[in-house]
C-alpha cells in the first residue's frame, strides 16, 4: 500500500475565505453566525445562519454562471486555493509523470444544487411558469461539483460524488485516500461543498426542532457545543478541498507535503434515522487507528463533529470514551462549528482542514462560547481559548451523519 501526501487546501467558509484566514478566525473564536433575511409566502423571516460573504463576479464570467449553482462556485474558488498551494494551478507545468489520466475527483455534498432546486420550484408552483430554465437539471445535480472541478483542472482519472449527509466530504476524502493507496490513481482533489440556505431546506430543518435559538449574548454566539445551554446546530455553507498525492510522487516533484493523511474508517450505526449511537461512531475511531497502524494514545488532538445538539454531543463523547478508554481523559478536543456552523456535507472536509492545519501550527482551535460546560460532556473540549500544543504529531477528525454514518480521518505530521 502507497503512502498518501496532503500537499494542497483550500477553504470558503462564513469565517473566511482562504485557509489562513479561516483558522486564524477558528484560533480566536470568531463567529460567522449571523441572521440572514429570508423571503417566504407568510413574510420575512430572520434566521440564524452560517452564510458565506461571497460574490461570485470577481471569479466567473457571466456566461459561466449560467451553469453553475451557488455550491459548484464554492467548490471552484476552494479548488482552485488546495490546487494553488499544490502547485498544480497550470496542468501544462505538471511534471510528465502525473498524467491527468491518473488525478481523480472525490467529492461530498448533502444537498447538492439545493438552491437551483429551490428556484426551480418557486418558478413551477408560485410564479406558475410554464416551462423551467433549460440548465436546471445540471444545476442541481449533486454531481455537478465533481464535473466543474474536474474541467477547471482537466482532471481525467477516477470521479465519484458522495452523498452521506454530514458525513459527506469526510468520506469522499476517505475513498480518494484508497484511490491512491491501492495504485488506482496518482493524485486526486477531494472534500466537498454545501450551499442550502434556500427557503425549502430552512423550513425543513426548522420542522425537525433541532436548530438553535438565538442566545442572549448574540446571534454570533448561538452555535454552542458541549455547552449546557446549547439549543441546537446552526445551518451553514460553504466548501473545502484537498490535493492528496502518491508520497513517492509528491516529494519527487519537490511538492510542500503539509501532512500525510495515514488512517481512515467508515462505519454504518443501523439503528435509528436521526439518532446516533455510540457504539457505531466508536468503531469507526478504532477502525481508523487501526488502518493508520496508531494507538489511541497516539492522538494529539481530536477535532470532534460537535453539532451542539442536545443528544449528538452527549453520544460523542460516550463514543470517545468508548474507543479511546483510558486515554480519552488525556486527549484535547474541540468542535470548530461555534465558528462556522454546521456546513453539512462539506463539514467534513473543513473540520479536517482545521485539524491539518493545526497538526502543522501546533495550536488546538478552541471550543467557542463552551463557557459552562454539560456535565455530561465532560472530556477535555479546549474551551473559549486556543491552545498550544507544541510536538503535535497525529490528529483525528469525527463525522457523524443522519443515517447513521459515521467517517473518521487520522493525519500525521509530515
Not at 477553504?11 to 486564524?24: D, K, L, Q, R
Amino acid at each position: 500500500m502507497r503512502r498518501v501526501a496532503i500537499t494542497g487546501l483550500g477553504v470558503v467558509s462564513a469565517i473566511g475565505t482562504g485557509t489562513p484566514v479561516f483558522f486564524e478566525s477558528l484560533l480566536s473564536s470568531r463567529s460567522g453566525i449571523r441572521f440572514i433575511d429570508i423571503p417566504f409566502p407568510t413574510g420575512t423571516e430572520s434566521v440564524l445562519a452560517g452564510a458565506v460573504d461571497f460574490d461570485p463576479d470577481p471569479h466567473f464570467p457571466r456566461a459561466r454562471l449560467l451553469t453553475m449553482d451557488r455550491v459548484s462556485q464554492f467548490a471552484l474558488v476552494a479548488g482552485r486555493e488546495a490546487m494553488a498551494q499544490a502547485g498544480l494551478s497550470d496542468a501544462t507545468a505538471w511534471p510528465s509523470r502525473l498524467a491527468p489520466e491518473r488525478f481523480g475527483v472525490s467529492m461530498g455534498t448533502g444537498s447538492g444544487g439545493a438552491s437551483s432546486t429551490d428556484v426551480a420550484y418557486t418558478a413551477l408552483l408560485e410564479q406558475k411558469v410554464a416551462r423551467l430554465r433549460p440548465m436546471t437539471v445540471v444545476l442541481a445535480m449533486n454531481n455537478a461539483i465533481a464535473a466543474h472541478v474536474s474541467m477547471e483542472f482537466g482532471l481525467k482519472g477516477p470521479s465519484s460524488t458522495v452523498s452521506n449527509a454530514c458525513a459527506s466530504s469526510a468520506t469522499s476524502i476517505g475513498e480518494a485516500f484508497r484511490q491512491i493507496r491501492h495504485g488506482y490513481a496518482d493524485a486526486m482533489l477531494a472534500g466537498g461543498a454545501e450551499a442550502l440556505l434556500n427557503r425549502g431546506t430552512i423550513k425543513a430543518w426548522q420542522a425537525m426542532h433541532t436548530l438553535a435559538k438565538p442566545h442572549a449574548d448574540g446571534a454570533e454566539t448561538s452555535c454552542r457545543p458541549f455547552s449546557l445551554d446549547r439549543t441546537g446546530l446552526v445551518l451553514a455553507e460553504g466548501a473545502a478541498m484537498l490535493v492528496l498525492e502518491e508520497w513517492e510522487s509528491a516529494q519527487r516533484r519537490g511538492a510542500n507535503i503539509l501532512a500525510e493523511l495515514s488512517g481512515y474508517a467508515s462505519t454504518t450505526d443501523a439503528h435509528h434515522l436521526t439518532q446516533p449511537e455510540p457504539q457505531g461512531q466508536a468503531r469507526a475511531m478504532t477502525l481508523a487507528l487501526a488502518d493508520a497502524e496508531l494507538n489511541a494514545s497516539d492522538i494529539g488532538y481530536l477535532n470532534a463533529h460537535g453539532t451542539a445538539t442536545e443528544v449528538g454531543d452527549v453520544v460523542e463523547t460516550n463514543a470517545i470514551k468508548l474507543a479511546f478508554q483510558n486515554a480519552a481523559s488525556r486527549l484535547p478536543v474541540s468542535s470548530s462549528k461555534g465558528g462556522h456552523g454546521h456546513a453539512m456535507g462539506a463539514a467534513g472536509a473543513m473540520e479536517f482542514i482545521a485539524s491539518v492545519m493545526a497538526l502543522r501550527a501546533g495550536q488546538l482551535p478552541p471550543t467557542a462560547f463552551l463557557e459552562h460546560p454539560d456535565p455530561r460532556c465532560d472530556l477535555d473540549y479546549i474551551p473559549l481559548v486556543a491552545r498550544d500544543c507544541p510536538g503535535l504529531r497525529v490528529i483525528m477528525s469525527n463525522s457523524f451523519a443522519f443515517g447513521g454514518s459515521n467517517a473518521v480521518l487520522i493525519a500525521k505530521a509530515a
